[in-house]
């Protein structure tokens, strides 16, 4: 389309636009997004990768529906269930711990995500403000805390834990990660957008610190706050290593955890318990991803900072 | 400023009632300061009614995060490799540097650090290039692309260990994919995707890939939306094909965003764990073949009967000092491409 304009241009003489009635708008056609082998080539290729990204996890699912008299895989397993049936999601609460579990993972989200919005947000707010001493030493202790990969210091990590007597305790899985400084960084980045002028106002109305804070930068930030709070939940509902270091009894597993042991135990061999064991786990995960979308994606280029 | 508050300046309450700069000498003092250009650019009043600790006292939690839980455990990591400390606790005495010579001496380390090195020289180029590729097919508006878009995102939003199980079966000896090979008449015999050690390594960077596709490729389309649309037409009218536009226009243009998703792709590679642990059993592969460096250092580190944390802290000196060797390389690399 743009090809053609550009190649009618130099022939014709330029018109004067002001005297031409304004089209109606004309909903797209099939033809105003290019040629048709072009689309047809573009589409299928859009199939193949979608085949490819989504498949397992979709064929996951619907061998989570099959009854134990389907195979799951092998010479005769097909795609869809014959007769779908939720007796795997039964199963799995009935043979495993799975409620344990998912309550551990939701302790352990609920502790991170509170936590994080709160202390990123006061360090953050703090480190946008200019003129006070230490503010650099700050800044330099926070970068300096995410040089470390974390799995150069997990064994340390690990011993702090021990000596706070925190092993087997969500507690421990939470605490070395309370408050990120990537997250700070992003909220000081988000508070620093703030026109002064609106602080000035809020001064000169006589808003305090606290009040300024809460009711001029707080609801200023929500974009950012969005993407702190959707990147610590997925974080902490997916972690598995720490929570593998940390963790040892049965009663105090994540849902991760429980996951991944299911795989080796005894059920290992009942691959629809499992594979409904995951569902559960990725629905809260694309229930949040679906609903805050918007933001989700500038949390992406938002973490391009991280280093 | 600490000299100013010493002195019994302000009425306690003063940042609530916020009335104007009072006349003590220190506010002047403090106001000329705010409002003279130079290292506190931007200061206003409101630096006036902060004493000196408030601002730390507002940060705490993040500093004590960070010196507890991330500067702290380095520190200790260095001191800890001098000795023999175990990781369920007891007496820990120094050894010097016994821990470097045994590394040094041993052939699981450096099998280790192979592995991850391996994933890093396969998994980078492609993690560069396959979103990329994914980005440009998504990039043009479609009727429907925003569920592509959302779909191709699902695998990041999965843990590890969900898209390892499901992998699992899928490369499984009666899994999908060898059962289809089979039906297909492409193979006899199924291939040992999960037994044999080079097929479990590769699978699980497979795995890698598979589930940063979508991560990247995000990243990817923000950097494509810089590329001036007109460039492409101009070489389209020139008669350079998409290939040629490819090379010459789109790549050019993303080059920072390539150097980046390298870099951070380069030290995800050296982090990979779940993986291995998902494909290879909690054993890293028969025999431990296929462990990577965090994998390792669980292993010798923190195994509750048999570890050596002292150990365990030397190899993550290594495991620190390799990643900050390829963030500097990186670094270097991004240098040159700009001048």
């Known amino acids: 389309m743009t090809s053609l304009t550009t190649a009618e241009a130099p022939r014709k003489a330029p018109r004067t636009t002001g005297t031409r009635r304004p089209r109606r708008p004309r909903l797209p056609r099939w033809r105003d997004y290019g040629r048709p082998r072009e689309l047809i080539v573009r589409y299928l290729l859009l199939l193949f990768v979608l085949g490819i990204t989504v498949g397992p996890l979709i064929w996951q699912f619907l061998a989570s529906l099959k009854s134990t008299s389907e195979d799951v895989f092998g010479a005769n397993a097909t795609l869809l269930p014959h007769d779908p049936t939720l007796r795997a999601y039964r199963a799995v609460f009935e043979q495993v711990p799975v409620a344990t579990y998912i309550w551990n993972s939701v302790i352990v989200v609920v502790l991170s ?11 953050g707010y ?15 202790l926070l970068a300096a805390s995410m040089m470390f990969p974390f799995e150069s210091i997990m064994v340390s990590l690990f011993l702090s834990i021990r000596d706070l007597g925190l092993v087997d305790s969500l507690v421990g899985v939470w605490l070395p990660g309370f408050v990120a400084a990537i997250n700070v960084l992003l909220m000081r980045g988000a508070f620093l957008a703030v026109p002064r002028e609106l602080e000035d106002s809020a001064m000169i109305d006589g808003a305090g610190e606290w009040q300024r804070f809460r009711h001029l930068y707080l609801p200023s930030a929500w974009g950012a706050i969005m993407v702190v709070v959707i990147n610590t939940f997925i974080a902490a509902w997916d972690d598995f290593l720490w929570p593998l270091i940390v963790l040892r009894s049965e009663s105090s597993m994540t849902l991760t955890l429980g996951l991944s042991r299911l795989q080796s135990s005894s059920f290992g061999y009942d691959q629809r318990v499992v594979m409904a064991g995951s569902v559960i786990s990725i629905v809260p995960v694309l229930v949040l991803f679906f609903i805050t979308q918007r933001w989700f994606y500038k949390g992406v280029s938002a973490g391009a900072v991280k280093f | 400023m600490v000299t100013d508050t010493a002195k019994p300046v302000s009425v306690p309450g003063t940042e609530r009632t916020a009335s104007v700069p009072g006349t003590a000498p220190s506010r002047i003092r403090r106001l000329g300061r705010a409002l003279r250009p130079g290292p506190s650019p931007g200061a206003n009043g409101a630096a006036l009614y902060r004493r000196w600790w408030q601002p730390w006292l507002w940060a705490a939690p993040a500093i004590i995060c960070a010196a507890v839980f991330g500067v702290f455990p380095f520190l200790n990591t260095l001191l800890l490799s001098f000795t023999d400390a175990k990781p369920l606790g007891g007496a820990a005495s120094f050894v010097g540097w016994s821990n470097y010579t045994r590394m040094l001496d041993d052939s699981d380390f450096w099998l280790a650090t192979r592995n991850s090195l391996l994933y890093a020289l396969i998994v980078v180029p492609l993690m560069v290039l396959l979103p990329l590729l994914l980005a440009i097919l998504v990039e043009k508006n479609l009727p429907g692309i925003g569920f592509f878009r959302s779909a191709f995102y699902t695998p990041v939003l999965a843990s590890s260990v969900v898209v390892g199980l499901s992998w699992q079966w899928l490369l499984a000896d009666e899994g999908l994919i060898n059962t289809s090979l089979e039906k297909a008449h492409l193979i006899k015999d199924a291939i040992p995707f999960l037994s044999d050690s080079w097929l479990i390594l590769f699978s699980a960077m497979g795995l890698t890939l598979w589930k940063g596709l979508g991560w990247y490729m995000i990243f990817y389309l923000a950097a494509l939306g810089n ?16 290939v040629r536009r490819f090379w010459h226009i789109t790549v050019p243009g993303v080059r920072q965003a390539m150097m980046l998703v390298g870099t951070l792709t380069g030290i995800g590679s050296l982090r990979v764990f779940t993986e291995i642990y998902m494909l290879g059993s909690s054993t890293g592969g ?26 365990g802290s030397a190899v993550s000196v290594a ?6 060797g390829l963030t500097l390389l990186a670094q270097r690399l991004t240098k040159e491409d700009e001048s």
């Open chain 2, 227 to 242: 590329v001036p649309k007109e460039l492409h037409e101009a070489a389209a009218m020139d008669g350079a094909g998409a």
């Open chain 2, 319 to 324: 495991l620190f000092l390799l990643t900050l």
């Open chain 2, 286 to 311: 028969p025999g431990g073949a296929d462990r990577t460096l965090p994998f390792y250092i669980r292993d010798v580190g923190l195994d509750p009967l048999t570890g050596n944390a002292g150990y």
């Open chain 1, 113 to 123: 995500v509170t936590s994080q919005l709160l202390f990123s947000t006061t360090a």
């Open chain 1, 126 to 140: 703090m480190l946008s403000k200019p003129a006070w001493k230490g503010r650099k030493a700050v800044w330099i």
